[in-house]
């Protein structure tokens, strides 16, 4: 199992910078990649930001050159993945999630997600 748990949301000005964390536990060695998704009031849950195992990156156009997302967690050590946001604007406000797919047992992959953490945007 592979428990996901967020935090670091806030209320921030408009060109301001938070740093969200996701912490995991359980068994993070099997992680193969992770997400972090954001839903505003009234709207989907979008996807912000990905990386692989490889380290490969991903970003929605709305983010990019603006959030950062570090590496998967590797063990009880090192057990933190963060989301860098700079330059935040009104448009970012939402309930961000973690995501984590692991490899439960082989052929067998499961997903995990943490539990939000609100973020607001406004001067």
């Known amino acids: 199992q592979v428990q996901l748990v967020e935090s670091g949301g806030g209320l921030v000005q408009p060109g301001g910078s938070l740093r969200l964390s996701c912490v995991a536990s359980?068994?993070?060695?099997?992680?193969?990649?992770m997400r972090w998704y954001r839903q505003a009031p009234g709207k989907q849950r979008e996807l912000v930001a990905a990386i692989t195992s490889g380290g490969s990156t991903n970003y929605a156009d709305s983010v990019k050159g603006r959030f950062t997302i570090s590496s998967i967690p590797r063990d009880n050590a090192k057990n933190a993945q963060y989301l860098q946001m700079n330059s935040l604007k009104p448009e970012d406000t939402a309930v961000y999630y973690c995501n984590a797919d692991w490899l439960e047992r082989l052929g067998v992959t499961r997903s995990s997600w943490g539990q939000g953490t609100q973020v607001t945007v406004s001067s």
């Open positions: 359980g068994s993070i060695s099997s992680i193969y990649d």
